[in-house]
């Protein structure tokens, strides 16, 4: 089972931002779909981004299109989740997880992925 790291949370001002960074414990990401999700206490977790694991394909939660970006760099061996414009209702606890081979076809279905992250804390607030 791939171990997952977060980091990169924080607290930051709203119009903020973060930038969260990913990466195995011991495997290479390279063939792995990269999901971020993100919850919030009392509520469901929800699906923020992905990227596939072949051709870079990405997706993305309507509520934070243009505002979020998702990268992998596979020869740092990392996914990132630049998060740019931040508002008070991004704060929440942020996972990553992964899918070999996944192609970001069912990207928000949790059951999808093999290993998660611990989380990492994102709060937005002045």
């Known amino acids: 089972q791939v171990q997952l790291v977060e980091s990169g949370g924080g607290l930051v001002q709203p119009g903020g931002s973060l930038t969260l960074s990913c990466a195995p414990s011991r495997w290479t990401l390279e063939y792995y779909q990269i999901g971020w999700f993100r919850q919030v206490p009392g509520k469901e977790r929800e699906g923020v981004s992905c990227i596939s694991s072949t051709d870079g394909n990405t997706r993305y939660a309507d509520s934070v299109k243009g505002r979020f970006t998702i990268s992998r760099d596979n020869a740092k061996n990392t996914a990132t989740l630049q998060m740019n414009d931040l508002a008070p209702e991004d704060t929440a606890v942020y996972y990553c997880?992964?899918?070999?081979?996944?192609?970001?076809?069912?990207?928000?279905?949790?059951?999808?992925?093999?290993?998660w992250g611990q989380g990492t804390q994102v709060t937005v607030s002045s």
């Open positions: 997880a992964a899918d070999l081979w996944g192609d970001c076809s069912k990207w928000q279905q949790e059951p999808e992925y093999e290993s």
